[in-house]
Nanobody, 122 residues
Framework: QVQVVESGGGLVQAGESLRLSCTAS????????LAWFRQAPGKGREGVSL????????SYVRSVKGRFTISRDNAKKTLHLQMNSLKPEDTAVYYC???????????????WGQGTQVTVSS
């Protein structure tokens, strides 16, 4: 059974950094595109960043471009999201997702973690 687990969330002040990590057991890791989504209180789930199977291609939502960096280590079956210059509007539960397509559609990802809370105070 595939298990996707996020870690690294927490409470930080505006301008600080966090690094999220995600591991996926029982998954042929390098055959899946990966993504980070987030959901803020009272809002829908939003795609934050995508990465291709090999890691050679990435994409970011406009609001995080230049501040967040997605990366993956297929040998260690690990996905990361380095988040710098955090803003209060980045506050959300962040989810890791794995799927066969490099896509912004949440429906494209069959495997999801439980999420990790990121809270940025002003």
């Amino acid at each position: 059974q595939v298990q996707v687990v996020e870690s690294g969330g927490g409470l930080v002040q505006a301008g600080e950094s966090l690094r999220l990590s995600c591991t996926a057991s029982e998954l042929t890791f390098d055959t899946y595109a990966l993504a980070w989504f987030r959901q803020a209180p009272g809002k829908g789930r939003e795609g934050v960043s995508l990465i291709t199977r090999s890691g050679s291609g990435t994409s970011y939502v406009r609001s995080v471009k230049g501040r967040f960096t997605i990366s993956r280590d297929n040998a260690k079956k690990t996905l990361h999201l380095q988040m710098n210059s955090l803003k209060p509007e980045d506050t959300a539960v962040y989810y890791c997702a794995a799927g066969p397509e490099f896509s912004w559609r949440a429906e494209s990802y069959p495997y999801w973690g439980q999420g990790t809370q990121v809270t940025v105070s002003s």
